[in-house]
């Protein structure tokens, strides 16, 4: 069965960091483009970032450039994002989503996302 | 950055109905538009990607259509299972923005 599990959601104060993981099975992770994609509270979906299967591109929306890194492990089918210097409107539900290919860039699987809280 | 305006943002309709969905990029994007679906605490499946190509899976009561600036989803007999929030999505570069999302209720 194909699967993305995410975990590493946590509550963090403004200005901390936080790392996500996203365990993915069931296929060949390293031939996919794998994305982020955030949901605020009540709100729409907003992608955040994308990384090439091989690691050698990757894309962040600009309100996270510059603090959020995204990352993986093709030997152990993980996916990572780091986000450091978080802000209020950084909270939300972060998924992971597999690309279903470059072309399309249509995300054909998602995990059930992990929850991020910025509070002091 | 390409924008995505849909419309309308609610939608209330009956078992059976024909509703219709719209997107409008603000730049062309050829085909480069996916439609996705989301039910209250679950994450989105994409029901249609590349504007008018079904995702497996799903009914073929769920009609794309369009390309350049302006798509559309159409669902041609609604069921229960169908309302949902439906959101549009850019492929054709980062960002990779979405539409505000679609509220399909029952009347």
């Known amino acids: 069965e194909v699967q993305l599990v995410e975990s590493g959601g946590d509550l963090v104060l403004p200005g901390g960091s936080l790392r996500l993981s996203c365990a993915a099975s069931?296929?060949?992770?390293?031939?996919?483009?794998m994305s982020w994609v955030r949901q605020a509270p009540g709100k729409g979906l907003e992608w955040v970032a994308n990384l090439k299967g091989d690691g050698s591109e990757k894309y962040y929306v600009d309100s996270v450039k510059g603090r959020f890194t995204i990352a993986r492990d093709n030997a152990k089918n993980q996916l990572y994002l780091q986000m450091n210097s978080l802000k209020a409107e950084d909270a939300a539900v972060y998924y992971c989503?597999?690309?279903?290919?470059?072309?399309?860039?249509?995300?054909?699987?998602w995990g059930r996302g992990a929850l991020v809280t910025v509070s002091s | 950055d390409i924008q995505v305006t849909q419309s309308p943002s609610s939608l209330s309709a009956s078992v059976g109905d024909r509703v219709t969905i719209t997107c409008r990029a603000s730049?062309?994007?050829?085909?480069?538009l996916n439609w996705y679906q989301q039910k209250p605490g679950k994450p989105p499946r994409v029901v249609i990607f590349a504007a008018s190509s079904l995702q497996s899976g799903v009914p073929p009561r769920f009609i794309g259509t369009g390309s350049g600036t302006d798509f559309s989803l159409t669902i041609t007999s609604l069921q229960p299972e169908d309302f949902a929030t439906y959101y549009c999505?850019?492929?054709?570069?980062?960002?990779?923005?979405f539409g505000q999302g679609t509220k399909l209720e029952m009347k």
């Open positions: 730049q062309r994007i050829n085909t480069y």
């Open positions: 069931g296929f060949t992770f390293s031939s996919y483009w």
């Open positions: 999505q850019q492929s054709h570069s980062a960002p990779y923005t």
């Open positions: 989503a597999r690309v279903r290919d470059y072309w399309t860039h249509a995300f054909d699987v």
